[in-house]
């Protein structure tokens, strides 16, 4: 017979820590974008700024083929389980377990990346025409990966350190470590680029130009981790890995899990990758999308992510507990946030999307070609995040129900569409089309996965209510008072003579006011709904 519980404190207690994730979140995003719009700045619209941003997300790609999103999503279910069955230290040995497993897989991962640097850098820079300078580029793109392979273990270690955290309910600094990382290699690029100088190409670059990028870059990541690591211990769940962990029955079930899981993370990043193989074919092609995936990342961060990271915790345990009523109320706060958060963004991003290119276009990226490309990948994004939203929340509902079959599923009809229509995009000329359709392969990849996660949590969910109409219509009703504040904004901006500085201080204003009267006209709408309850 299923039990059921009071579920006030939790809806509290899931705001409340939603808050604070998306608060060091949104640390974290600004961080990360600042670091994407510093490296084009620097750079500049190069095939060699294409080779380091594209090289530098290589060991990203790489870890989340190890386990990735996924580590965190099975991991934390396994370790709140441990914690309420097992004896005290049951947890702590289910980490180490577990960790020394993720080691050795990112280990012997991190020695086939050094073997098939020639053939990644190959991808990275086939598209350019020129063979003197592709060569030089292919050689910059071999040195860069092997100097930030080592990232691969790193990023595995930092991983199961948060996911040790977020078990714990502790939340801060796990969000907040990945600013520091940003902070760090946004000093080391802009240090490079006041010693060697800004806007080179493939061919002229200094040695030491390339150790100081690589190297730096590697070193944040190493910070990162160790903020991370400290932070488990903090909690009482120090990542020790041991010896013989495949003795282990906890670890080996875990293990199974993550192995099962392996597609969800990875069809994503192998997805990305693809997008960046097409992007490298335009100048400066990879900064551009670059720059439009972290504006596609920052709602996301804020809504969806920081709500399923707050409540993981608690839908694994109603799971635990057989109590389908509060995982289902679980579910339907964490959608109605998650809404929240995505709605209002789509409609500052599709409305602002060409000053904001603007704004974010600075230095040697301030051209009008660079910034209209940026802008029409802006536009794409603002709806592709909506999906994405979507698709990540139904895939951490079900993996705390310990459903692996269907966010695989999903996360592989991801990657089928999102490689299908990016490869449609060298059809085109190099420019503007092709990075735009790139976009769209983002927008109906992740349209693909939401379908099949949210049709497949709708059936595990029922009789209880999938999700909660009224309050998610008072999220679309919000935005449209959005639209004075934002066309508003809109004017001024495209009719007045504003510098650089100037336009972002209206963009800061107009966003913050349009969100102003989307919370007022929520509040109000929500005020009228309770009142007529009464």
Known sequence: MLRSRPLGPFVTTAARRSAVVAG????????????????????????????????????????????????????????????????????????????????????????????????????????????????????IAVLLILLVSPQVVLYTMAALGAAAQQSRERFVLAAAAPAVENVVLIAIVVIAGATWGTGQEAGGIPLGFLLTLGVGSTA???????????????????????????????????????????????????????????????PGGVVVVQLAYALFQFPLALG?????????????????????????????QALTYATVTGVPAAV???????????????????????????????????????????HQIGRQGLFARIDVAGPRNASLALLLVTVTVAASALVVAPGTGRLVILCVALLLGELAGAVI????????????????????????????????????????????????????????????????AFTGAARFRLLRMSGGAT
Request: hydrophobic letters at 55%.
């Open 220 to 282: 944040a990541v190493a910070v990162h981790t160790g903020l991370q690591l400290y932070g488990a211990a903090r909690c009482g769940l120090a990542v020790r890995p041991f010896r013989k962990w495949w003795r282990d029955p906890a670890t080996m079930r875990v293990a199974r899990r993550l192995r099962g899981s392996l597609a969800v993370p990875a069809s994503p990043m192998i997805g990305m990758y693809a997008l960046l193989i097409i992007a490298a074919t335009v």
């Open 24 to 139: 060091w979140t949104l640390i974290s995003r600004v961080t990360g974008l600042g670091r994407v719009v510093v490296i084009g700045a620097v750079l500049g619209p190069t095939f060699f700024a294409n080779t380091f941003v594209a090289t530098n997300v290589v060991p990203n790609i790489v870890f989340s083929a190890v386990a990735g999103q996924a580590l965190g999503l099975v991991v934390v279910p396994a370790v709140v389980s441990a914690s309420s069955r097992g004896r005290r230290g049951h947890a702590a040995e289910l980490l180490g377990g577990v960790g020394a497993c993720l080691l050795t897989a990112a280990g012997a991962v991190t020695a086939l990346l050094l073997l098939a640097s020639p053939l990644l850098a190959w991808s990275l820079t086939f598209g350019i025409a020129d063979p003197v300078v592709a060569g030089q580029a292919q050689g």
């Open 453 to 516: 996660t949210l049709v497949r949590l709708w059936r595990a969910i029922r009789p209880e209510r999938f999700a909660d109409p009224a309050h998610i219509g008072v999220s679309v009703i919000a935005a449209a008072a959005m639209l004075p504040v934002v066309g508003a904004g809109w004017w001024l901006l495209n009719t007045s003579e504003l510098g650089t500085v100037a336009e972002f201080g209206v963009l800061v204003a107009c966003g913050l006011l349009s969100l102003a």
């Open 304 to 332: 969806a992510r920081a709500v399923s990271i707050a409540v993981l915790p608690e839908m694994s345990g109603s799971y635990e507990r057989d109590d389908r009523a509060a995982f289902a109320a679980s579910w339907r």
């Open 348 to 390: 500052l991003l599709l409305v602002l999307g060409d000053p904001v290119a603007r704004v974010l276009a600075n230095g040697e990226m301030r051209s009008p070609d660079v910034i209209a490309r940026f802008a029409a990948c802006i536009t794409v994004v603002a709806v592709a995040q909506l999906a994405a939203g979507l």
